[in-house]
């Protein structure tokens, strides 16, 4: 099991930061255009306990995949959870959470996962998955910047 962990401080009031998270549509503002996100389904703009979200994205090497999210453990104003119900990994849980801080909201995120096909995956993930993944996280941070400067 693998483990990533980001925090960020933007400037936003807790609200509007609690209101641009749970909104699913706000993940493709989020997301390296080169994975090319797509939602595929009709889905309310609120997040809620049940949610299924599915979707497209590219990643490298495994080419274009359908990814099916559940959204989970939704407690409003401060946290939710997406776990991957279809998918490229073998495990994917996300955890989302704002705390309200001076000067603005924390953004947390942990996210604990497997590979698939192990032993190969333990051999990629230095050389392929965690680069990804930091690279999905410091472009979401650029972005959560321009979106809410300080």
């Known amino acids: 099991m693998y483990t990533l962990e980001r925090k960020q401080t933007i400037t936003a009031s807790h609200e509007e930061a609690w209101d641009f998270l749970s909104n699913p549509y706000n ?10 996100f797509q939602v595929l389904d009709d889905i309310p703009e609120n997040i809620y306990s049940g949610l299924l979200i599915r979707y497209h994205v590219r990643l490298p090497v495994l080419g274009r995949r359908l990814w099916v999210s559940e959204i989970k453990h939704v407690r409003p104003g401060i946290s939710f959870v997406d776990e991957q119900r279809t998918g490229p990994y073998r495990f994917w849980y996300h955890y989302h959470e704002i705390q309200k801080v001076e000067g603005g909201t924390r953004f947390i995120d942990r996210v604990s996962y497997r590979l698939p096909v192990e032993p190969l995956g333990r051999l990629a993930h ?6 990804q993944l930091e690279g999905i996280f410091a472009y979401r941070r650029q972005v959560l910047a321009e979106l809410f400067p300080g």
């Open 27 to 36: 993940l493709s503002k989020i997301t390296p255009p080169e994975m090319n």
């Open 126 to 131: 230095p050389l392929f998955v965690r680069r």
